[in-house]
């Protein structure tokens, strides 16, 4: 199979329109999709965020260690730290150690400093006996404790992280663990990717704001709230969100203003065969926009379009809310963790029994199901019930979408399939 040819069907004033339809009404497989946008997107430049703000963004560089980590031997407990083989049967107090603090002492044998956890251990002592194991009368401390390691209870000169240690690649995501190792490092402001700028728009003459009465033959505008909070979990900037309605110079003036200022551009509805489809009418029909595909074998998602003007991508998703999330988490999602530069771009993919047979079709089909982990981690998996593409609620209770290939025979029960999991797998009740 060539995936190449893409790049020749750019319509130009030269080339015959009707080619050009066919060309692009040519069925492409969703992993050419993929390929197709990937080789089209551009990696985000990094821009320096404070420490406070960068919570989920993809770090921009490698983060290595500049200092050791304790950058002093610390105590690990509050006790008294002393000289480990010392056969004292008592020790007198010189001091107290606290953390923050610098004493000014040094522990020979038959002496040791009262020391807290995190306080640097003071010169002279290599070892802390936990408060727990002494007795303290007036000022000495009686140690009960047969032996008394060298080492014990210290966390040593660099023993979480060494100097020049690689500690996160570019590319992670900076949860609570690893922005407290950046914190750790004394990095801020932190270099991370600078967050794709994203608009999503419905469009349909059909469409009305939630919260005002439906008139004859309306309904109501989900997909932009569906498809804002899926973006809001991606790493990406939502810079507009808004609807429009059926008619060619609004949806004209929205593209051409938001393709000066976004890097990806999202719409739903207006993508098939019908006669007001005017997304996909204007995006054939714009001389600085190439539509790099429109069709491809995918239940749901038939008539996704992908163009893009400049560095712009633009996303025509399906109207049908199914439809317009399921090639959202397909093509959206790993394209902008993909500009982004995280590490981490697909979901995760599992294998799982079918619980139910299914039919098969000549597209490749993602179900909306539930995977769930049965005695010895086995996973099953059972579709949501009716699967059709309008039918918001096959998604509620999803943990996975269920990947069913194309094929001429149905699916039986207990046939092993790959799961896409958007959420962990069930435990089995
Ligand atoms: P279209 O792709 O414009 O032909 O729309 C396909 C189906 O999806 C139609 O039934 C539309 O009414 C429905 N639809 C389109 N946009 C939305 C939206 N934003 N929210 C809910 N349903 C929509
Ligand atoms: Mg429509």
């Known amino acids: 199979m060539h995936i190449n040819d893409e790049e020749n069907v750019t319509p130009s004033p030269f080339a015959d329109p009707q080619e050009s339809h066919r060309e692009l009404d040519r069925m492409r497989p969703p992993d050419e999709a993929r390929a197709i946008i990937e080789r089209h997107l551009a990696r985000m430049p990094s821009e320096p965020v404070a420490l406070a703000d960068a919570a989920w963004r ?21 006790g008294f730290a002393v000289v480990a083989d010392d056969g ?42 936990p408060v727990e194991a002494t ?20 966390r040593p000169v660099g023993s979480d992280v060494r100097r020049g240690d690689l500690i996160l690649p570019a590319g992670t995501t900076l949860g609570p663990a690893e922005i407290g190792l950046v914190a750790n490092m004394g990095v801020n ?4 990717a600078r967050r794709p700028r994203v608009c999503v728009l419905s469009t349909g003459d059909e469409l009305v704001e939630p919260g005002e009465p439906l008139g004859p033959g309306q309904i109501r505008d989900s997909n932009r709230f569906s498809l804002t909070t899926a973006l809001a979990a991606e790493p990406c900037e939502i810079t507009f969100s808004g609807k429009a309605p059926d008619r060619r110079d609004e949806l004209e003036r929205f593209l051409r203003e938001r393709m000066e200022l976004d890097d990806v551009i999202v719409t ?30 995918l239940k749901p998602g038939k008539p996704l379009n992908f163009g893009t003007c400049g560095e712009t ?8 809310p199914v439809s317009s999330l399921v090639t959202f988490e397909l093509f959206i999602r790993p394209a902008l963790r993909r500009m982004s530069g995280a590490l981490e771009v697909d979901r995760p993919r599992l294998r799982a029994r079918l619980e139910e047979g299914t039919p098969a079709s000549d597209r490749i089909e993602y179900q909306r199901g539930i ?59």
């Open 135 to 154: 007795e303290l009368a007036d000022d000495h401390v009686v140690i009960h404790q047969e032996d008394v390691a060298p080492g014990a209870n210290i």
């Open 58 to 78: 993809i770090l921009a560089g490698d983060l290595v260690a500049s200092e050791d980590h304790p950058p002093f031997p610390a105590s690990t407990m509050d």
């Open 88 to 129: 004292s049967p008592w020790r007198e107090i010189i001091g107290d150690q606290h953390a923050g603090h610098v004493l000014d002492v040094e522990v020979s044998e038959g002496y040791t400093v009262r020391i807290m956890t995190g306080a640097p251990v003071p010169p002279g002592a290599n070892a802390v006996v």
């Open 189 to 192: 402001p932190v270099a991370v």
């Open 268 to 297: 739903s509805g207006g993508v098939s065969m019908g006669e007001l489809d005017l997304i996909k009418a204007i995006l054939f029909d714009a001389d600085d926009v190439t539509v790099h595909f429109r069709r491809l074998y």
């Open 371 to 429: 995977v769930t982990a049965g005695p010895g981690g086995r996973l099953t998996a059972r579709s949501t019930g009716a699967q059709q593409s309008s039918r918001l609620a096959s998604f509620v209770g999803a943990n996975a979408l269920l990947v069913i290939p194309p094929r001429e025979i149905p699916y039986e029960p207990g046939e092993e399939i790959d799961a896409l999991m958007l959420a962990p797998p069930r435990a089995q009740p």
């Open 313 to 320: 991508l633009i996303f025509g998703l399906p109207g049908n």
